[in-house]
């Protein structure tokens, strides 16, 4: 946020953000349907994930709305490559729900929803990058919803019968996310 450079790394922060953004619907599906291939034992993770769908609907189309405010092109955005780090931290999640098991992707939802941007820290950026309220509507509603998603993963792991390896796939998942997600910081600003 102090970075002299904020107004010009700020839409190309947003462009990762959609990268990573735009994979979790499709990411909570092939967990939802590996859990309910699975069966009994994770039911309460299968209801949790069909109301997390509908929860993260629409958020990769808001943010590219918000990059066409910043002077983006869609396609532009669309097209670009992910870096190795965002493709390792979503495709990380892929390789666990698929070829170990779905209760993973929490440990990836609580690191991406557990920290919602406040109200300041919208007011801030808008301060710093001098770029339009308007062009921050993602943040902003993430800021007002995340809290919620949050509480709601919370009792959810408290709700579900984890055992201690569920737990530590989860807590591996999550760490795994925090390094891939400041690798991939790392590389935007190493870029720039």
Excluded: C, K
Aim: aromatic share 6%.
């Amino acid at each position: 946020m102090d970075d002299p450079r904020l107004p010009e790394l700020w839409p190309e922060y947003l462009v990762v953000q959609h990268q990573i953004i735009r994979a979790t619907v499709p990411l909570t599906r092939v967990a939802l349907d590996r859990a309910n291939e699975l069966g009994d034992d994770t039911a309460g993770l299968a209801a949790y994930l069909e109301l997390h769908v509908d929860e993260e609907l629409g958020h990769d189309e808001t943010l590219l709305d918000d990059l066409v405010l910043l002077g983006r092109e869609r396609g532009e955005v669309l097209e670009r490559m992910p870096s190795p780090a965002v493709a390792s931290l979503v495709g990380a999640q892929y390789y666990w729900i698929l070829h170990h098991h779905p209760v993973a992707f929490l440990g990836y939802v609580g690191v991406m929803e557990g920290y919602p941007p406040t109200d300041e820290l919208v007011e801030l950026l808008v301060a710093r990058t001098g770029f339009p309220r308007e062009a921050f509507r993602t943040f902003s509603e993430h800021g007002e919803l995340d809290p919620g998603h949050r509480d709601h993963l919370d009792r959810t792991l408290d709700a579900l019968p984890l055992t201690e390896r569920h737990e530590q796939v989860i807590g591996a998942s999550a760490i795994a996310t925090v390094g891939l997600a400041t690798t991939a910081l790392e590389e935007l600003l190493a870029e720039r």
